[in-house]
């Protein structure tokens, strides 16, 4: 069982705006600045899209957005394109282990 | 350019010995940690633990303690994941990937190392 927990899937056709949600707790996403979103496409590597909630990296499309209220954290996509189709996984600085990282189970996002 | 590169994939019996390696490049391998992910079948990301390349200070998961042992040869800019007795259930691809310096995200990741256990 993942520390945060994401929605199994999301669908959204060309064009449109999805949102994939990541709850969590006070110990993690509510209480820092922290949270992370990484892409993985079918037999690749993930690669980070957002940093620190906000945040994106050089590179990354600007049709992705993070942002977060109390507990939880959200990744928003607009103008869905084909190659969005992907698993998107959130991770949040956690003070609950020695480890000070954990993951969301992961979202399946359907372009449909 | 910043680089982690993984050896390649492997194939054992169960109860043999493994070590897979993780190979930074284009950065001060030294200072920043570097983290491992497992990725069984079809499941998501699960972080392993975390070393500190500079003096190999070590953070595991509570999943993964006395499992797996996680360790660098700084000389060689390299992190290494290492079991003593493979179980059939350590088939699965994994991920190392270098922390922030002043956060918790990681980039870049490795290719991925590809582990079947199989008798």
């Known amino acids: 069982q993942s520390a945060l927990t994401q929605p199994a899937s999301v669908s959204g056709s060309p064009g449109q705006s999805i949102t994939i949600s990541c709850t969590g707790t006070?110990?993690?996403?509510?209480?820092?600045?922290?949270v992370s979103w990484y892409q993985q496409h079918p037999g690749k590597a993930p690669k980070l899209m957002i940093y620190d909630v906000s945040n994106r990296p050089s590179g990354v499309s600007n049709r992705f957005s993070g942002s977060k209220s109390g507990n939880t954290a959200s990744l928003t996509i607009s103008g869905l394109q084909a190659e969005d189709e992907a698993d998107y996984y959130c991770s949040s600085y956690t003070s609950s282990s020695t480890l000070e990282v954990v993951f969301g189970g992961g979202t399946k996002l359907t372009v449909l | 350019e910043v680089q982690l590169v993984q050896s390649g994939a492997e194939v054992k019996k169960p109860g043999e010995s493994l070590k897979i390696s993780c190979k930074g490049s284009?950065?001060?391998?030294?200072?920043?940690?570097i983290g491992w992910v497992r990725q069984m079948p079809g499941k998501g990301l699960e972080w392993m633990g975390i070393i500190y390349p500079g003096d190999s200070d070590t953070r595991y998961s509570p999943s993964f303690q006395g499992q797996v042992t996680i360790s660098a040869d700084k000389s060689i800019s390299t992190a290494y994941l290492q079991w003593s007795s493979l179980k059939a259930s350590d088939t699965a691809m994994y991920y190392c990937?270098?922390?922030?310096?002043?956060?918790?995200?990681?980039?870049?990741w490795g290719q991925g190392t590809l582990v079947t256990v199989s008798s």
């Open positions: 006070s110990s993690d996403v509510g209480g820092y600045n922290y």
């Open positions: 284009g950065y001060s391998f030294t200072s920043y940690w």
């Open positions: 990937a270098r922390k922030s310096h002043i956060s918790f995200w990681f980039d870049p």
